[in-house]
């Protein structure tokens, strides 16, 4: 079922949901299990399953170097299809630009429709680890709004080569990312929220934002939104501190801020199982004030280890 068939039917109740990683490749797929089962009983319609990028890795072979490229966390749609096997739950899985061809896209949004999976959410994803900006890969996409476009013509029947009249078209519901605090690589708010509207035109269905941890920010945001003409659901996803090193690393990676009262919070701590309840409790006042206003979802990041996830949850749903 689609995210937004999922919207619907609440009537206005907020949903709970959640972002799994795919595990480093080798590792079992039951530690992921391990982590999903806490977190059923709050019955998320759909759960998030992240791609990751490709990266180099240097193999010494006779003391010479050799680059060869790899992916760490294989397996979106493996996992994609397995979760929604064994927890009969709604999955999305990320689908990136970077990294893939159209054509590899294609096959992939095939599969997707094989496996009777309805969602897509649709991501430029980010610059490959050595590399400074965004480069497209060779043959595939630039802006994560020609994805939503190849996505859009699929679901008409127009595959990349050629037009298939058929009743059996695919009909995904698309996601794609919004930023409360604008996009890193964007000049300013106002322009990034033009692009997003760009996404949302050419087809996309909702959109789940970046982390933030200022509910003024996301308020903010859905109000500009709003206002330039962005209809469709804007799913808040969130996420608790966990570790003291988060303080840096956050605002680093994702270019978030992080409120006076919560860093001081975090650097009274003593341990970082003081930071996780602080992180935690943070987490449920965003969450009672993002309920209370009525978002659709509550859309937590869960990134391994699913404790805290649960003790939010436990507080909210
Ligand atoms: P875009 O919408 O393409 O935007 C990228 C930048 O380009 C923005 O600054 C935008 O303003 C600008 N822009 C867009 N269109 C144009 C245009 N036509 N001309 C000029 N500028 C333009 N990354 C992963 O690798 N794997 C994941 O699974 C993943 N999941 C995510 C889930 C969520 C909810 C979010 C918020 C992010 C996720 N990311 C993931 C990170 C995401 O890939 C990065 O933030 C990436 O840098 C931007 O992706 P985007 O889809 O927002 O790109």
Redesign the pocket.
Known sequence: MKVTDHIKQAKGETLFSFEIIPPVKGRSIQELYDNIDPLMEFNPPFIDV????EEFVYIDRDGLLDKKLTRMRPGTLGICASIKHKYDVDTVP?V?C?GFTKEETEYLLVDCHYLGIDNV??????AMKEEKY?APTSGGHR???DLVNQIQALNQGNYLHEVIETDNCADFCIG????PEK?M??PSLK??LK?LK??VELGADYV???MFFDNKKYFEFVKEARKMGIDVPIIP?IKPIAVKRHLQLLPQVFRVDIPEDLIDAVEACKNNKEVRQVGVEWCIQQSKELKEAGVPVLHYYSMGKSDNIKAIAKAIF
């Not at 992240?50 to 990028?53: A, E």
């Not at 959410?121 to 980010?126: E, F, N, S």
């Not at 794609?176 to 930023?179: C, E, K, R, S």
Request: hydrophobic share 30%; aromatic share 10%.
């Open positions: 992240t791609t990751s990028r990320h990136l970077g959410m649709a991501l430029r994803g980010d965004f802006y994560a709004s794609v990312a919004g930023y996009h690589e964007a322009s990034d692009r760009q996404k789940v934002t970046q996803g």
